[in-house]
């Protein structure tokens, strides 16, 4: 470990030089990515030189002990050496999660597809419950959201509810919401007080950048057409709708909620950016070996990860085995608790892999 910290240490002060060049200032896209690589390094030197100075003391302090020193110094030193040992232990412990393998997706934005899963009406109410509660928990972090494509029911639920989620570490937060989740609740219509079990399924995509995703236009069918309500009812009168099929992979994407064919057509194409996108990556990640996949769970969009009970006011997430008794603020937005949760889950998946 100690070796790749002085490699990286090396690295960064290289970087240090490199970013004062003229040369490379004169060459944006060069000190672009050199900045980027410098900005990635950085917390890791700032707290290995936290940790060797740790180191430093402590030494310092273990070597004064072999003197001739009075009793009560000594006790002192005694106490600083146990206490700088704590901080020296706790410092390496961080610096293994910093030099984890990291998910390049982490700091992107996001798309989150939500769509109602088994249960008819009571899923789609439910996919509401699931849009406004991660609606709010981007506000509460001051996430901008946009909406890209929604098929509501007339009872004010969804059968597709598609947005974006714009801010740093979008993605890192909110990966692990992909997945089943399934409510237990009375509904409403329900007059004998039975307990119904629905389902919505999430799916979290990182935001692809134009560098990394190219489409063809030549693999891209385009149809367009008036937008309609639920109901039958008439949203517009002119042909703002736009469908895109990517005939190689055959996705289909669809936007009609705003009444400009452009502005539908550039949310349909940023859905269909995100969604090849997500096939590379799943691609990748299934010829890894079973023994590196580090995700907390499969991944698996059809693995049911969460439970929303309404009548004894839980959540429960199947993966880590957490249990809040607190869902009414859990669906108005506060999803810190079980955000952190998992990321920790999941950091110790990652170090115990590499241990091994």
């Known amino acids: 470990m100690f070796g790749k910290l002085d490699f990286i240490l090396e690295r960064y002060d290289e970087l240090n030089g490199q970013l004062s060049s003229t040369e490379v200032l ?8 050199l900045a980027k690589e410098h900005a990635k390094l950085e917390p890791i030197v700032v707290k290995y030189s936290e ?51 990291k998910d390049e997706n982490d700091e992107k934005n996001v798309i989150i597809e939500i769509r109602a899963g088994t249960g008819g009406d009571e899923a789609a109410l439910f996919a509401g419950d699931l849009l406004r509660m991660y609606l709010r928990y981007a ?17 004010g639920g969804y059968k597709e509810v598609i947005f974006a989620v714009q801010g740093k570490g979008a993605y890192s937060k909110l990966k692990f919401e992909s997945g089943v989740h399934r409510v237990q609740r009375i509904p409403l219509t329900e007059s004998s007080g039975r307990i119904h079990t629905s389902a919505s399924t999430v799916a979290v995509l ?44 055959g996705i ?9 064919q452009l502005k539908n057509k550039e949310k349909a194409m940023k859905v269909l950016k995100a969604r090849l996108y997500d096939v590379e990556q799943q691609k990748a990640h299934e010829e890894m070996a079973q023994n ?14 969460r439970t929303y009970n309404f009548p004894q006011g839980r959540v429960t997430d199947h993966r880590i085995g957490l249990t809040l008794y607190k869902l009414e603020a859990f669906l108005n937005g506060e999803l810190e608790e079980m955000i952190d ?16």
């Open 26 to 33: 004169a060459q944006q896209d060069v000190f672009r990515e």
């Open 51 to 101: 940790y060797k100075k740790t180191k430093e003391d402590l030494d310092s302090n273990k070597e004064l002990l072999n003197e001739k020193i009075d009793k009560d110094f000594k006790k002192m030193i005694e106490e600083d050496i146990e206490e700088l040992s704590g901080v020296a232990e706790k410092l390496e412990e961080e610096l293994k999660i910093l030099l984890l393998p």
């Open 139 to 155: 506000e509460r972090v001051n996430f901008k959201t946009e909406l890209l494509s929604t098929s509501e029911i007339g009872v």
């Open 206 to 249: 990182p935001e692809a950048e134009d560098v990394e995703i190219e489409i063809n236009a030549n693999d891209l069918r385009i149809d367009v057409f008036r937008s309609g309500g639920h109901g039958g009812q008439s949203v517009n009168t002119t042909d703002s709708a736009v469908r895109i099929t990517h005939i190689p992979t």
């Open 252 to 260: 289909v994407v669809t936007c009609q909620d705003e009444k400009s």
């Open 292 to 305: 590196r996949k580090n995700q907390v769970g499969s991944g698996d969009r059809s693995e049911r990860i």
């Open 341 to 356: 949760a998992l990321q920790l889950a999941n950091q110790a998946e990652l170090l115990k892999n590499s241990e091994e």
